[in-house]
Structures are given as C-alpha cells and as structure tokens.
C-alpha cells in the first residue's frame, strides 16, 4: 500500500505521512513516495505524526532519501514526532541532517 | 502424460487405448491385470492409470494404494473405470485411495475432461515436488554457510579471555547474525578500549560490517591511537564499504591505565551510564555525534 503524500507551493514542497510502523516493510512504499512524479521538488516534509514505532532501518531509509535527493532538494524537515520518535532522533543525532520541528 | 491401463478385458483396453490415443495422448502401456501393472507402473512411471475394479489375481481395490505406494510423494492420479453402479461399490474406489471413477460404458467427453482435470493436479504436485527439493538444498546450503561464517565471527569478535575478570557483559542477539558487537582490546600505555556498537538491521547482512570494524579497532588499539582517530578511521571505512542505509551506532570508550581517567565518544547510541560504588548513577554519557559510515570527513566530528 502506498503512503498518503501531499504537493504544495505549486509542486516545490512535498510532504510524506508515514504510518503507525516505519520500518524495513516500508522501504519499498517509501523509496516510491519520494521518487515519483517529484520532478522540481525543492523541499521535503516527512510528516510522522502518525508513527509510533521506527526502527533503525527507518533511519536508513532516511538517509537513503536525503543522499539521493540532496542535489534537488535544499529542505529537509520531519515534523510531528512523538515523544519516543523524537527520542530515537535525537539519539541518532538526525537534526545534523534533517530540520526536526 | 504417460498413461497405464489396467483392464483383464482385451476389449475394454483396445476401447481406452483407442479412445486416449484420439484425445492426443499416444504415450500409453496396457496391463492384462494387476501384478502386471504394479511391475509395469514400477518401471515407467506413469502419470496417470486407469484401473479396472474386477479383475484375476490382484483385483482394482488391490492395486490401488500400491500404486500409490509407489508413487511417493507426487500425486498419482487413479480413475477407477467399473461396470459396478451401486454406491458401495463406487464409494470403496475413493476409500482405497482412488481419486475419481466412470462407470462402464464410459462416456468419452467425461472420461476426457476427468484425465485432463487430473493431470492438472498432477503437473501441480510435480511442481511443488521439485520446489520442495530446491528449497531443502537451499536450506541446507545456507546452513552450511552460515556455519562457516560463524565459526570466523566467533574468531574474529570474541572477547579476549585476559579482560574477562575487568568485564561482566551480555549480549543478547534476537539472531545468530546481527549487527551487534561489542570488541576490547588493551592499550599500548596500560589502559584498554572498548567500542559498543549496533548495526543497521538484521541478520547476516548486518553482521559483515562487523569485521573490518574489528579489524581497524584492533590495529589502532595496539597504535594506541586516540578515540577521535579511530572514530574517524572507522567512519571512512564504513562509509567507504556500506550502502548509503547502512550505518554503525557506536561507542568507543577509552580507559586509562589508572582506570580514573575515562574518555568516550558516542555517536548514536544510547546513553552511556557511569555507575558510582554505591551502583547509583553518576553520570550519563548522551550521544553526540551520528552513527558511524554516514557523514563525509569534513563534515564528521571527533569531539570526545
């Protein structure tokens, strides 16, 4: 099942919501959310209000998205983390790479 | 489709044979009854029989789960082919271990479409016959594999026997393969190092990155180099050997030969705990940095 994205500022921003579970499942779902029909996207939201457990091939995979996109894309953000989330972040240091708000 | 026909009648087995042989299937051995047919079925293996229920020596209910038997594991396809119309009669053909029956005069068309049906399954239960047999020779292929591997990780990781009496640790997999390690070696001036760390994911591909970390920590243990030179080192490396969703939380702790002095560089793993004599906690050591094999040199910092 493919994952809920939204476009705004005329196709520049792109926001991903992710699901209950962010782990290595969703690679496939998620590798497709940021590369299809992208074209032009200059910033990227990963919205994780939703995400209760993440695990460390998550934050491959968000890596993963931020090396293949950092030539397009200058913004980075993850937004609406839940305490436990916000706590593996902030454990892996994430905010070097990513805008966490 | 090799098919046998089991009939004491010389008729009946003409009428089959004619009829299959109409149908496409020319690949069909007669037996006059049932000893011969569970010699012939020995030999060419068929794929499908028609057996008749009446017949001198062994009769039809006979032959039945002897053909099976020998057919093994893969399904053999029997239709009983009787004169007999009562239900007892007919049920006993499926309780010996037939799987379908037509009765005398056989209707072609029905006949026909039941062979077709059956060969169906037939070609079913081949397939997942040989699929079966592929998948127990992977599996035994990769247990060998996996045997071997983890005879040199045990070499390689295992913790030298000469600090066990400074160390009580645990570690407790959820596999065989993981990517979690944790390696201590001593220092050139009296101290010892040891690094804590976790690897992306699970499972064997996970554990590989494990070596030549194992490696490098050794070597620069024994240079006695500094936790920043070997946070730095071991980042090139992995950076250099691992996929961009792949990295290595760890922590590289240093202790002095006095053992007062304790210098520790954390990059994504949890906090470090420094337990006072009492065993309550003195201090905790935050990660600072991210994992090891994600960031490029001249952003990745060595703050210890």
């Known amino acids: 099942m493919s994952l809920d994205r939204e476009f705004a500022d005329d196709g520049k921003e792109l926001t991903i919501f992710l699901e209950e579970k962010f782990d290595f499942g969703k690679v496939q779902d998620f590798r497709m959310a940021y590369s299809e029909g992208c074209e032009g996207v200059t910033s990227i939201i990963i919205n994780l209000q939703k995400t209760e457990y993440m695990d460390s091939s998550a934050l491959g995979m968000l890596l993963n998205m931020h090396k293949s996109l950092s030539d397009s894309v200058t913004s980075f953000k993850i937004t609406h983390c839940r305490p436990q989330v916000l706590k593996i972040l902030q454990i892996a240091r994430f905010s070097k790479k990513f805008n966490i708000v | ?304």
């Open chain 2, 1 to 304: 489709m090799r098919i046998l026909v089991v009939d004491d009648d010389n008729l009946n087995r003409f009428l089959l044979v004619h009829m299959l042989e109409q149908q496409g299937y020319t690949d069909t051995f007669e037996a006059e009854d049932g000893k011969v047919a569970l010699e012939l079925a020995k030999r060419i293996q068929p794929d499908l029989v028609l057996l008749d229920v009446v017949m001198p020596e062994l009769d039809g209910y006979e032959v039945a789960p002897k053909l099976k038997k020998l057919a093994g594991d893969i399904y053999l396809p029997i239709i009983f082919i009787t004169a007999m119309e009562d239900e007892k009669s007919l049920a006993r053909c499926l309780e010996v271990g037939g799987d379908d029956f037509v009765t005398k005069p056989f209707d072609k068309v029905i006949l026909a479409a039941k062979i077709r049906a059956h060969a169906r399954t037939r070609l079913l239960s081949k397939k997942t016959f040989e699929q079966n047999k592929q998948l127990t020779f992977y599996r035994n292929a990769i247990e060998r594999e996996h045997k071997i591997v983890e005879h040199i990780f045990t070499n390689a990781l295992s913790v030298d026997k000469s600090f066990t009496r400074y160390l009580d640790y645990c570690l407790n997999p959820a596999s065989d393969f993981n990517g979690d390690l944790f390696i201590v070696s001593a220092s050139p001036t009296g101290g010892m190092y040891f690094l804590i760390g976790d690897f992306t994911g699970h499972g064997l591909a996970s554990a590989i990155g494990a070596l030549p970390v194992s490696q490098a920590f050794q070597t620069m243990s024994r240079k006695g180099l500094s936790l920043m030179e070997m946070a730095e080192t071991i980042n090139q490396t992995l950076l250099m050997l691992l996929p961009d969703d792949m990295f290595f939380a760890a922590a590289i702790v240093e202790i002095n030969n006095t053992g007062k002095q304790i210098d520790i560089w954390n990059g994504g793993m949890p906090s470090l705990l420094l337990q006072g004599p009492s065993g309550k906690i003195v201090k905790r050591f935050a990660s600072r940095h991210m994992a090891l094999g994600i960031l490029e040199s001249h952003e990745f910092e060595t703050e210890v």
